[in-house]
């Protein structure tokens, strides 16, 4: 059973990756940016202008940060957050979702509707080139990821309770857009993803009660339960596995029960994850 190290009772933790020691991860119904410090046994908490779906470190110790108005640079020494880009000025339904960045520093990320009944959502691509939309048609994106080669790309369709699959060239162009997984009725839905070392992918299931373990021909190899029912995202630091949870959706009855609902946890597992990479930015 994983270990509750910080349970904060996250409305919608979300997000989580490991940099310089430390876990770092979004609250993005709270608009908060959290950080746990596992030497220390400690967190730190930052508020955000509007919605944070993802953050995604830069050289410096600075974040980019993924928002419901667009893509920001955040600096957690002072707090300070400078609007890079504008996302979908003209769909103000939307937000931006989960994301993760490339071995050549190219960031992915999705949009969504953020009431969650609309096919308004795209995923994008920003590099040194600009704003790239590479898909299209989603009511909720989530989990990109990527193979340890570089030459698959994970993309989720969390409604329709599928994972994807594309062929991706080093010029960051994807193709072959092919089902990897379809998640069956009553386990829960694919939320945030990523690709271990082995190029196992890890999704975390929301509504499912655990994270599952795919190879990479999408065979099932492995299932993490929990004690809460809405598992968002995995990070790894070695073989070390940190989850970001949720009680968005839980009725009063459910929250009870979860007490749990919305904590950071841990476990460890054989094979460790790939290494977190920086956006190549400024």
């Not at 030459?151 to 309770?161: M, P």
């Not at 998640?183 to 999704?203: H, Q």
């Not at 968005?248 to 290494?275: H, M």
Request: one cysteine or more.
């Amino acid at each position: 059973m994983p270990e509750c190290i910080w349970p904060l009772a996250a409305e919608l933790g979300e997000g989580p990756l490991w940099w310089n020691k430390a876990l770092w991860f979004t609250d993005i119904k709270q608009n908060r940016i959290h950080r746990f410090d596992p030497l220390r046994d400690a967190g730190q908490s930052w508020e955000t202008p509007t919605a944070p779906g993802f953050l995604a470190p830069v050289k410096g110790g600075k974040f980019i940060v993924g928002t419901k108005s667009g893509i920001h640079l955040f600096e957690p020494g002072t707090g300070r957050f400078d609007a890079i880009l504008a996302v979908e000025p003209d769909r103000q339904g939307n937000r931006l979702n989960d994301g993760a960045v490339d071995a050549r520093g190219r960031l992915w990320f999705g949009s969504m509707d953020d009431a969650e009944r609309d096919p308004t959502g795209r995923l994008y691509c920003f590099d040194r080139g600009g704003l790239k939309t590479m898909d299209s048609g989603y009511v909720i994106t989530n989990g990109p990821a990527f193979s340890p080669d570089g030459r698959v790309f994970y993309h989720t369709d969390t409604l329709a309770k599928t994972i994807y699959a594309f062929d991706m060239g080093d010029d960051g162009t994807i193709s072959g857009k092919r089902i990897f997984v379809r998640i069956e009725d009553g386990a829960g839905f694919p939320d945030g993803s990523v690709v271990d070392r082995d190029g196992c992918l890890w999704a975390g299931l929301f509504g499912g009660w655990a994270a599952r373990r795919y190879s990479p021909k999408g065979a099932l190899l492995s299932t993490v339960r929990f004690p809460v029912a809405n598992v968002t995202k995995l990070a790894f630091d070695g073989t070390m596995v940190y989850a970001t949870t949720a009680w968005k959706g839980l009725d009063t009855a459910a929250r009870e029960a979860q007490p749990l609902a919305g904590g950071l946890f841990r476990f460890e597992t054989a094979t460790p994850g790939q290494s977190q990479n920086e956006v190549d930015y400024g």
